[in-house]
């Protein structure tokens, strides 16, 4: 089951050009079986999302990209709007008591503009980041970032033992679907989609 987990929507995200309706029309084209909203501290009513459901094939869910002391996390399985930013022990307490799950988005943006060669040397150093302590995962494919970027990631999780998601962080429609999450099994709600991540029953591709 393909699904883009890492998808900001216009207006819950301010800086997404992506209407819902073109969100949908767009996946759908592109053959996915799944998206995830993971709009800013922002999130979605259930109402609202079965009616962007409509009649489509394709099944939405949602996540949430959360700014916290350590970067932006991408939590899964908390129902809650958080604002602001917020400490990551405080955000990990809040998510672990609620059973849900945090991947760091794109935890090397904007970290690495050197080249490759350098990048070989980094990644004991990149591991004692402090963000890796609180999350599950770690996002390896991003389609906003550099490819040593995305590359330092794949390492660090690797090396961590860290579960590694892609998603595209879409905010304009040729954005999405770049970088999907390949499920072994399908998933129809939150609750699975919650349970096949944790299990790493996936892979990830890059479409080029
Ligand atoms: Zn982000
Ligand atoms: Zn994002």
């Avoid at 084209?29 to 909203?37: F, H, Q, T």
């Avoid at 930013?85 to 059973?99: E, H, M, N, P």
């Avoid at 970027?149 to 090396?159: D, K, L, T």
Wanted: aromatic fraction near 6%; hydrophobic fraction near 40%; proline fraction near 3%.
């Amino acid at each position: 089951m393909r699904v883009d987990l890492h998808i900001h929507t216009q207006p819950r995200s301010a800086c997404s050009a992506i209407t819902p309706v073109d969100l949908i029309r767009e996946a759908g084209r592109l053959g996915l079986d799944a998206v995830c909203l993971t709009e800013h501290q922002n999130r979605w009513n259930a109402q609202a999302i079965e009616e962007l459901a409509g009649e489509t094939r394709i099944r939405i869910f949602q996540g949430n990209e959360i700014t916290t002391n350590q970067g932006d996390i991408l939590v899964f399985g908390y129902p809650e709007e958080v604002k602001g930013v917020v400490a990551i022990q405080d955000l990990r307490r809040a998510v672990s008591g609620a059973g849900g799950l945090m991947i760091a988005a794109h935890p090397f943006r904007g970290f690495l503009p050197f080249g490759i060669t350098q990048l070989q040397m980094k990644v004991e150093q990149a591991c004692q980041r402090s963000v890796f302590q609180y999350v599950a995962g770690v996002e390896i494919l991003n389609c906003k970032v550099t490819d040593p970027e995305n590359e330092m990631a794949r390492q660090v999780a690797e090396r961590l033992g860290l579960l590694g998601v892609a998603g595209s962080d879409a905010h304009r429609i040729d954005e999405i679907g770049r970088c999907v999450t390949i499920f072994q099994k399908e998933i129809r709600n939150e609750q699975e989609l919650l349970a096949e991540l944790r299990a790493g029953r996936f892979r990830t591709e890059l479409r080029n």
